[in-house]
C-alpha cells in the first residue's frame, strides 16, 4: 500500500502500523488460505501487551491452511487520515482490508472499548449490525472476559466464544471453511455454529420482557439450539499449545517482556472478582515446563525480561522452586524476573528478596477495602497484620516505594471502612519513619489508588445495587479526608467510567442500539481520560428511552432472570448465592485448595476434578 | 575484551522506528544472537551498546554505525551469516569487524552524507524554468544563510547554516520532484538538518509553497582523521 506509506510521515508512532517485527506470521495468501484477523479494540501497545492474542495468535498460525493476523484501532490522527483518504481498517501483517478476511475475533477485555469496536466495524466497511451483514461479509466473532455477558453486543456480534479459545477457536474455523466449501449460506454456518461448545450465536435466541423491563424469558428460537451454554476450558495445561516465539515489538507496550503462563484460575474466591470465577477450576503447568517455555521465549525474542503471568503468582504451588530456577538460569544473562500482582504475606516477601538479585521491580499490593470487616465481606483473605509485616520487611530491605490497591463502593461499606483506607496509609508511613533513619531507603511515598467498584455478572455480589455516581465522589473525599501523613499519595478513578462500566456490564440486548448511538455521537477511545466523553453516552441513552441506573443503580432479586443466566461457567449460582448471604454476615470462606467450598466447578465441567 | 563495530541499513518501512526503539531492537537482536554482551555495573545492568548519530523516524539510511562491547571476541564472517535469521532485510547488517574504540563514537561523527527528495504537488514552474543547479549553486555562494532557531528557553535566535554546509548539489530536477545530495554537519560540534537547507531554497526559489513533501536517506557518516574526511566505519 504506497498511499500507506504516505500517510504514516503525518501520523505520531509509525510503528504502531509497520508491521515486519521479529517472530510476527508472514504467509503465502492463496486461494485456500483460511484468513482470521485477531481484533484488539484499543491501540497497538495496548493489544501487544494481552498474553491470550499471543497464544491464539500462535494456535492459528501453527496451522497451515489458516493465517492470523492482528488489526488494531487506529489512533485518531491516522483514522483521520484514513478516513480522508479512503483507506479501509487493514491487518498489521499484509495490510489486506479486514472485509478481505473470512473471520475478525474482537477479545472484550474492558466494556468502554465496545465504541472501538463499532468504529472498527465501520472503519473497515463491515455493516453494524448482524442483521444487515451479507454473504461476503466476515464473520464477526467475540471472546474474552467481558463476553461472559455478550448481550449488550449482541445485536452487532454473529457468534461468540466463551471460555478459553485454544480448541474452540480452531473448531469454530474448521466449521465455517468446511461449510463455506460446500457453498452455505451465512445463515446455515452460524445455525452450525451454535452446536459447538462455548459458542453462543445471539440471533438464535429470542428475549422477552416483564412490563417493569426485567427479562421475562429468553430462548432459542429454534429446535435443537442449546439452551444453556456451556465455557470451554482446556484440562490438561502441560499439554496444551504455548507459543515457543512471540512478536517482538518494535514500539514500547505496555508489558514489553516475555510472558510465561504459570497457571490459570484462582481458589482465593474473593467475592467482587469475575476473573476468580469464571477461570475457574485452578490448573497449574508444571515447573519443568514453565521452564522450558521462558528459557525458549527467552532464546527466540531477544527480551530482557521475563513476566510470570497468572491471576494471583503467588498462589502457585511450587512458586519458591520457580522462581529459584527461573533466577538461576536467566541471572547471567540479565535477565530480570518480574510478578505482575503479589498477595500480602510474608512468604511473597521471601520471593521478593529472590528477584531483588537481579533487578529491583516495583511493588504493588492489592489489600483493596480499609477495615478488617470490610475485607472479610469481599472475602480479602488479608489481615492488617499481614500487611503491616510486609511493609515491615519490605522497608528493612531498603524500599520506599509502594502502591496500595483499594476499591470504594464495596457492598455494605459504612464511614470507617473509607477512613480505614486513609489509616492505612497513615499507618504505613508511620511504620517507615518509626524506622532508624540509617536502615530506611529513599524518600518515602505510599500511593493508595481507590477504584470505584463495579458489580460484574458471575460474581456473588452481580446481584446488587452500585453506588450512584454522587456517592462514590463523597466518598472519595472521606478517603482523601483521612489522609494525615504527607508522604501518603491518593489517586482515584473517574466514577463516570465506572458507572457506564457498570450499565454496560450488567447490560441486556437493549444495550446495543445506545452504543451504536453513543459512537454515532463521535465516541470512541472511550478508555482513555482525553476521548471519554460522558455527555455522549447519557444523551443516547436518553434519546433511546434506556434508564442507564436500572442496569448500575439498582439490586435484584435472586429470582431474576439475569441477561447472561443461559452462560454456564461451571460456578453455580446457588454457590454465588451463598456467598453473597454470607457476605452480607461478613462471612469468610476460607481458600479451597484447603477444602472444596462446593461451587460446582467439578461437578460437570471438570468432572471429579481440582 | 571485545568491541564489533557494525555497519547496517536502515529503510521500507522500519525507517519509521525512533531512535529508541532501534536501541531496543539492537539490545534483543543481540541477545537473540547470543553475543557474549558486556553488561554495565549496577542496579539495572544493560549491554554497552552505543550508536553514531540517531536518525530522525521517517529518515531511512544505508551507513548506520553501531558498537556493542563483548566479553570475548567472535567469528565475525559467522555473526553476519547468523544475524540474517533474526534481521529483517530492511535493517540488515551491511558489514562488521572488532576494533579498537577511539573514544566514544557519538564524538567521533564529524558530518553525514545525504539524499533529500523534494516532492512537489503542483508545479508553479516547468524544471528548465527552475534552473535548480545553478540557483542552488548561487544560493550556496552567499556568505550566510541564516535560519531562525528556537533556543532552550524558546526565545528566537539567528543562526548562520553556511559553514555546516561541507558539499551540496541538486542532482535531479523532474516536473514532480528534486534530489539534492548535501555532505553537512552531524554531531555535538554543529548539527544540520539537511531539509532545512532544502526548505530555505525553497523559499528562495518562491517553491515551498508547492512542496508535497520531503524524503530523506542518509548515504554516509563520516568522521575526520588527520583532517581529512573519511566513512565512520573505517576509522
Redesign the interface.
Known sequence: MKKL??I??RVEK??RY???E?NSAQKEITEGLFRFGFAFPDVYEVGMSHLGMHILYGVLNDREDVYCERIFAPWTDLEAEMRKENVPLFTVETKSPVKDLDVVGFTLQYELSYTNIINMLDLGGVPLRTSERAEADPFIIAGGPCAYNPEPLAIMIDAFVLGEGEEVTLEVIDCIKNLKAQGQSRKAILRALADIQGVYVPSLYEVTYKEDGTIKSFQPIEEGVPAVVRKRIIKDLDSVFYPESVI?P???TVH?RAMVEIFRGCTAGCRFCQAGMIYRPVREKSVDVIQEAAQKL???????ELSLASLSTMDYSKIDELIRGLIAEHEE??IGVSLPSLRLNSFSVSVIEQIQKV??TGLTFAPEAGTQRMRDVINKGVTEDDLMSTMDRIFSLGWSKVKLYFMIGLPTEKQEDLEGIGALGNQVAKMYYDMPREMRGGRLTVTLSASCFVPKPFTPFQWMAQDKLETFEEKQKVVRAAITDRSVKFNYHDAHTSFLEGVVARGDRRIGEALIRTWEKGSKFDGWQEYFVFENWMNAFSELEIDPYFYASRERSYDEVLPWDFIDIGVTKAFLMRENDKAKRGEVTPDCRNGCTGCGVNIDLFKGGC | MSTLRIQYVKKD??K???H??MV??M??????M?LP?K?SQG?????KISFAAPLS??VSSEAEIVEVELTESIDVDAFLEKHKE?V?S?LEFVRAKEVVPKGKLMACVESSEYLVEVRFEELAKAPEQRNEKEAFKAFLNKEEIIIQKKNKKGKMREINIRPWVYDAMNVLSESDRSIYRLTVATGSNGNLKPELLVELFMKELELDAAVD?YRIHRLELYTRVEGKRIPLYDM
Open positions: 506509506d504516505d504514516l510521515y509509525p510503528s509497520i508491521g515486519g521479529i517482538v518494535y514500539m514500547d514489553d527467552i532464546s527466540s525474542t531477544g527480551f530482557e544473562n540479565k533487578r529491583k | 518501512r522500519l519509521f522506528l525512533s529508541l526503539e531496543r531492537f539490545e534483543r537482536t543481540f541477545r537473540r547470543e554482551l553488561f542496579f539495572n545492568p544493560h549491554p523516524v521517517g533474526t529483517p530492511a513533501s
